[in-house]
């Protein structure tokens, strides 16, 4: 039996028809075809009537109630087809649920229908019937001002993939309004092919009035310069060959929204067939042309804005660690995982350094895969790397070992290790522990080591005797008479052992008390 069943129906009916401001005109009752109850209300307020569909689900109170308004459009907090956005709290029961749902419709009517406030935030606007077309880019209110009006812009495939019958493609802007994006060179370098797509900068967004989004060309050309028609007709039929699809092109339009400082870029995306072009020029008078609208619905795309603090801002560590020269020594168990925390984290510039292949015994600890296996521990980090952050800088050096300060690659070594302001030494190599010791680098070493079992994780910064307190210290915690080390494939080959989630309770503990620590 359901849960909303008719009982329940005539239950909302009779709370509808109670409730001060709404008119019943339409009770709900239970859809034949998919079982969800329909019904129609009306409520009257100083600036006039609002008209509403409701759709209940056939879970209510568990599943969702809708309120759809029919008599206008463009609200905030209003979809494209009316639905509104209201977000109630939890409730178990028809009755409860059915009194938060009003009572946040009542909110919504009074704050934004009859007052028309706006949010502090901007709220992105939907546009309806988007294509499985997505375009990426990235802007915020510190990036440099566009200089034209108009303009090609540069594209590549970040991703594309196939669910059910639908293909679903992602690209990522490379550079647009005339700016190259703010990606790292690190991940420009993945990107040998490249596309080109037209754009535009709208003096208004492309709605039709308050938050109502534009469906057909006519409003778009509207809100376009007699110059930005003239060039996107003269320019669509160069891309034929630099678009990405044979038979259309990206079309890109910006306009300003508010930042979170000042006003910045938002871009939305169109796609434009060449055999079936939105409008023609017209002919006035000599020498002047119009665009002729031909009737054709604007065919969007989506868009997301990823620009650095809209990947980060909600979870990234300090600037003290983040715009800063990171060096990690060491990948296994514990630098692996060190490594991915720093880059989630919104670290820029990181090197690792690593000289060993992923073993199976690697994966129940490390950030490995076993598919991989027998690649260098390098390799996947680097992809992993570049997978999360576009903003990351990233090198790699195969295994920085200890050397004598008289051996010719000492100074060159040196100079090096003297351009990072972090080294993280997750080698548990004690002879390269003694190395950095004696270099007296001007960043600051951190070490990271871990016992047997993950009794305990030692966390040793300083200067010239890392070495020495790392020794001191795990004689006192080091257990007597016992087998420090799991020896996994031999006695060349001994290490720890510690489950994934045991070197990680303590390894997270100890980067969050980094991360308070400013440099």
Known sequence: MKILDSAGIAFINDVLKSRDGISVTLEISAHPDNEIAIGKIEI?????????????SPDFPLGKIEFICTSHKGYPHMMHYGTICLNAAPAISIKDRLELELDKLDGWVKKYF??????????????????NIQVIFEEDSVKELIKHQQGKFSYSSLNSFKVGDHNLETWVALDI??????????????????YTGLWIKLVNPPVVSRRQRIEDWKDLLNLMTAEQSRFLYKEYLSLTKLSAYSNSFL????????????????????LIHF??????????????????DLGNKVDWCKSSNASYNRIFGRGRLSNSITDKKVLIIGTGAVGSTLFHSLVRGGCRNIEISEYDDIEPGNICRGQFSFSQAGKPKLTELYNAGLAISPYLDLNISFGIHAIDKDNK?????????????FILDCSTDKYLSIML?????????????????????AIITGVGNIHKLKSNLYDRISPEKSEPFFVATGCWHPTFKASFTDINVLLMYAINEINLVKA
């Open 275 to 292: 055999d079936n072009f939105p409008f023609a020029p017209l002919k006035i008078k000599q020498g002047v042309y119009v665009p002729e």
């Open 251 to 270: 079309f890109t339009i910006g306009y300003e929204i508010m930042g979170e400082i000042k006003s910045e870029i938002h871009w939305d995306t169109i």
């Open 177 to 194: 309004g005339g700016r190259k994006c703010r990606w790292s060179e690190t991940f420009y370098k993945r990107f040998d092919k490249k």
């Open 409 to 421: 690659g000492y100074r060159e070594l040196k100079s090096k290790l003297q351009k990072f302001d």
């Open 114 to 131: 009859i007052n028309e406030e706006e949010d502090k935030h901007f709220d992105y606007y939907f546009f309806p019937r988007q294509r």
């Open 44 to 56: 009257n307020t100083v600036k006039g009537l609002l008209q509403f569909n409701i759709a209940v």
């Open 437 to 457: 010791d004696g270099m007296q680098l001007s960043g600051r070493i951190i070490n990271f080591s871990i016992s047997n079992e993950a009794n305990h994780m």
